[in-house]
Nanobody, 123 residues
Framework: VQLQASGGGLVQAGGSLRLSCAAS????????MGWFRQAPGKEREFVSA????????NHAESVKGRFTISRDNAKNTVYLQMNGLIPEDTAVYYC?????????????????WGQGTLVTVSS
């Protein structure tokens, strides 16, 4: 599966963005999907994940209550709605696909990765 992330940009603190990740292939609904991010000089970290059906989600503590992950299997797309953005959210955001039915927070569990989209939050 090929993944294409989009929707990043520059936003002021307190603002919102919605990231999208479009997947190719007919088996999108069989993949769990995740979002990770990597800030300059830091390691990649988990943000959110969602299972095949969208019925189970997992969010990092740092984004709980602010970010929401969702998916539309008919459109082969997963979304990350980000509200209440803070400068610490500045990073390149990556979407990833996991063939297992899980909402793993471990990057090593994911089989396919998109190219990333940059989110910059100004103070």
């Amino acid at each position: 599966v090929q993944l294409q992330a989009s929707g990043g940009g520059l936003v002021q603190a307190g603002g919102s963005l919605r990231l999208s990740c479009a997947a190719s292939g007919r088996t999108f609904s069989r993949y769990s999907m995740g979002w990770f991010r990597q800030a300059p000089g830091k390691e990649r970290e988990f943000v959110s994940a969602i299972n095949w059906s969208g019925g189970t989600t997992n969010h990092a503590e740092s984004v709980k209550g602010r970010f929401t992950i969702s998916r539309d299997n008919a459109k082969n797309t997963v979304y990350l709605q980000m509200n209440g953005l803070i400068p610490e959210d500045t990073a390149v955001y990556y979407c990833a696909a996991d063939i297992q039915e899980s909402v793993s927070s471990w990057s090593r569990d994911y089989d396919y990765w998109g190219q990333g989209t940059l989110v910059t939050v100004s103070s």
